[in-house]
């Protein structure tokens, strides 16, 4: 994907890797609201500070948005056009990250979801496939799997 973004936009994009109350964000929290899932947002005393933690079902949500997190095989994973080994040594670094917060929770027994931007951009789009993965979700928060990518 080409990197056509204003730079005032670009530098939006780029200054918010773990951003509170993003628009997926509130609508997925919204979906999960209405189901009667009760959470709390921007847990910090739990690693990584998920953007939602499901106390009764022990789970840390994380809402990753592609480009920073690099969804891998997501056109929104992009790597900008200039400055190419700077923003490649970034991204290793955010991955790196990820990876060791997912190993702490992992050790913790706490739970992890990830859902990414573009499959709430999808659901916001596409109602079937909306309930689809919302079913997946609560399939996994009941069920004794520790991980699950959406
Ligand atoms: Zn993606």
Redesign the pocket.
């Known amino acids: 994907m080409a990197d056509n973004h204003t730079p005032e936009v670009r530098s939006y994009n780029m200054s918010r890797i773990r951003s509170k109350d993003t628009k997926p964000e509130i609508w997925l929290r919204k979906q999960l609201f209405k189901r009667g899932f009760r959470y709390r947002k921007n847990v910090k005393y739990i690693p990584g500070k998920p953007d939602l933690f499901l106390r009764k079902y022990n789970t840390a949500i994380f809402v990753n948005g592609?480009f920073w997190h690099r969804?891998a095989g997501?056109?929104?994973?992009y790597t900008p056009k200039s400055r190419t080994e700077y923003w490649n040594s970034k991204f290793i670094a955010n991955v790196k990250r990820d990876k060791e917060i997912q190993n702490q929770l992992t050790g913790l027994g706490i739970k992890w979801l990830i859902i990414?931007?573009?499959?709430i951009n999808k659901m916001n789009r596409n109602e079937e496939y909306a309930d689809a993965t919302l079913k997946q979700m609560v399939d996994f928060l009941v069920s004794d799997s520790m991980n699950v990518e959406l």
Not at 116 to 119: D, L, M, N, S, V
């Open positions: 592609c969804h997501c056109k929104y994973a990414w931007e573009c499959t």
